[in-house]
């Protein structure tokens, strides 16, 4: 941590007691309430992403790449690229000709 980082870590700390001890001298607000809420608040949260079909195809998907990708070795979009690259220059003939002028943006 550099010196800046430092002095920022402080000032949010500051920042972080005068929040917390509003909330808890002011408010009347105490860990056990703030704990209950936020326990209430990520039930319900998880509630509604289980019950959402997109969600879990989206996190099934996800899941599925990253298990695929860290067994076939490939960290990137770019590494799986070269990959598939590597493979087709290695089984197939590629020529490679200009376009006609017609054809050219």
Do not use: C
């Not at 430092?6 to 909330?23: D, E, H, P, S, W």
């Not at 936020?38 to 039930?43: C, E, L, P």
């Amino acid at each position: 941590m550099n010196e800046r980082e430092a002095v920022t870590a402080i000032q949010n700390q500051g920042r972080y007691k005068l929040f917390r001890n509003f909330m808890m001298n002011e408010l009347g607000v105490t860990r056990a309430d703030i704990e209950e809420w936020t326990k209430a608040a990520v039930s319900q949260q998880a509630e509604r992403l289980v019950n959402n079909p997109a969600f879990i195809e989206e996190v099934t998907r996800r899941v599925t790449q990253s298990v695929v990708n860290r067994e076939q070795g490939w960290t990137s979009i770019d590494t799986i690229r070269q990959q598939v690259a590597s493979g087709l220059l290695r089984d197939f003939e590629v020529t490679v000709q200009r376009r006609q002028p017609e054809h050219l943006p």
